[in-house]
């Protein structure tokens, strides 16, 4: 939510937005930070990821391609 207001309010404002919209920037900095110290979500993006490697290592196929719908006609 708080990125969404943010982005909005950079659209709005183009060029002013350094100046309108410090307000937003200054909640969506709290709120990221807040994430980047919980050790439970750090813990989560951990296992995530190296649940990644594991799979990449096993088939050498990077999960972007891998998570990729393939063409249904050909």
Do not use: W
């Amino acid at each position: 939510m708080k990125m969404m207001t943010f982005s909005k309010c950079c659209q709005e404002n183009g060029f002013l937005m350094v100046v309108k919209c410090r307000d937003e920037n200054a909640a969506l900095k709290e709120c990221l930070t807040k994430y980047y110290n919980d050790p439970t979500f750090y813990e989560e993006c951990k296992q995530e990821y190296l649940k990644e490697r594991e799979e990449y290592r096993k088939t050498g196929i990077p999960s972007k391609i891998r998570h990729q719908k393939l063409p249904t006609s050909m």
